[in-house]
């Protein structure tokens, strides 16, 4: 029985598919020429399109048509939804693809001459961005998917923009490797790529329809009173792409490379555990208790954007703070051990807007990750964005930002301009490295209130 009815669903998709497509061409007959379907770039060419159909098809008979097909297709998508039907990965995909292109021909036979015209325009330009890529995957995903019959959603839009970075436009040839995959599929070990691509500016990243790979032996993390404070079990990372392919060697930092700005993070027990508790630098280091204690009470939630394993994260835990940490896996899978010590990480780049509404953090802090080696606009960008995000007397704690003696006051100018009151502000010399040019700055700095003028 499930076999019959399988092979009569099979039948069906087929049927559907080849009239789909025959009262779609006949639908845009008016608007596409034949060139338009093999050709990304090809206009309007309505000579071309009458040649190829009669001019006196009965749209009324089109639309009663269209509606029984929509009806058709909905039933069917509402019972492999609901389990009737058996299940085929790439059924319910393609009856969706199919059902929207129908429900777009079915509203464009409602619209006037006039209105007509300016469809197509704005069709036009809205497919615009899509036209540059080849793989299928990017086009579905970046055109404009208008809603239902034309309808209005609850945030007043009448169809969805789904958008990526511009820096993909430039990376083509990686965008298109990575969108290539079968719908419904695992995907490919590909998390390299797709971090390349963010750094690159192509951020954010499209979504995919196929099921991230997870780790084959994944055990579940331990319990929250034992996660903080100790390294993960090593069969709950994905390890390509890394040099060490386990935590012992991260923690023992056997390859002196790829991740040398956290060089001794993975070494929870002697490097980790005394952080922001007992100062390292005793002239530049302030601890956890001598900020929180400039607002006492007044801390609750925060960002951590620096180069880490979530530490800065778990001490703020342990007094009662939420943190989030901000993160990308540089050499290290740094998002995982955040994650497996019971933390939140946030998975982006500098180039990315923070994903939070404005004046809504009562902490921002950041070390070791924003330093010299940043343009200042690029600076000035950020820090006008972590302001966005700080409430009205919330801290920025800048926490050894590291740099050269001649762009000190540059740089200094950059946190000068934001006019913060002043909790800490310390310039002090950069010894680690017995290199006399550079020189560290701390701070903390309060976010006045600005009233609306």
Known sequence: MALKRFKSMNKLIIYLSILAAAVCIATFSKAYSLKSFLRSDASCNHATAAAFFPSHVNEQEIKETLDLV???????????????????????????????LIESAHASLSLGEGEEANQQARTKNLFAPAEHFLTEEIRKYIRVKPNRLGKQNFMGAN????????????????????????????????????????????????????????????????????SLWKLPEDRNVR????????????????????????????????????????????????????????????????????????????????????????????????????????????????????????????????????DGWIDLVLLE?????????????????IDSFFCLKEDLEEYLGVFGMLRYKRHKWIVVPKFDKNDEREVFFSAVLEKPSRPFR
């Open 70 to 100: 929509i009806h058709k297709l909905k039933h069917e998508l509402d019972n492999m939804r609901a389990g009737a039907m058996p299940p085929r990965s790439t059924h319910a995909p393609l009856l969706a693809d199919v059902l929207g």
């Open 159 to 226: 169809g969805t923009h789904t958008s990526v970075g511009h820096g993909c436009f430039a990376a083509r040839a990686e965008l298109e490797s990575y969108m290539d995959y079968d719908v419904g599929d695992v995907c490919n070990d590909d998390w390299k790529l797709a971090q390349k691509l963010m750094i690159l500016g192509c951020d954010p990243l499209p979504r995919r329809r196929c099921f991230s790979r997870a780790p084959q032996l994944y055990a579940a993390p331990r319990p929250i009173n034992e």
């Open 239 to 370: 390890w390509s792409g890394y040099r060490c392919k386990n935590f012992t060697c991260l923690a023992s930092n056997a390859t002196k490379k790829g991740f040398f700005k956290c060089a001794d993070c993975f070494n929870l027990v002697d490097h980790e555990l005394p952080r922001w508790i007992e100062p390292v630098n005793l002239a530049s280091d302030f601890t956890i208790g001598d900020v929180l204690d400039l607002k006492r009470g007044e801390i609750r939630i925060g960002l951590d954007f620096s180069v880490g394993t979530g530490t800065f994260a778990a001490r703020m835990k342990e007094r009662n703070v939420t943190v989030v940490t901000a993160t990308v896996n540089l050499g290290a899978p740094f998002s995982e051990t955040i994650a497996l010590r019971g933390l939140v990480p946030l998975y982006v780049t500098v180039n990315q807007r923070l994903p939070f509404f404005d004046n809504t953090l009562d902490l921002i802090h950041s070390t070791r990750f924003l």
């Open 381 to 397: 960008f950020v820090v006008y964005d972590w302001d966005r995000v700080l409430r009205p007397g919330g801290l920025m704690w």
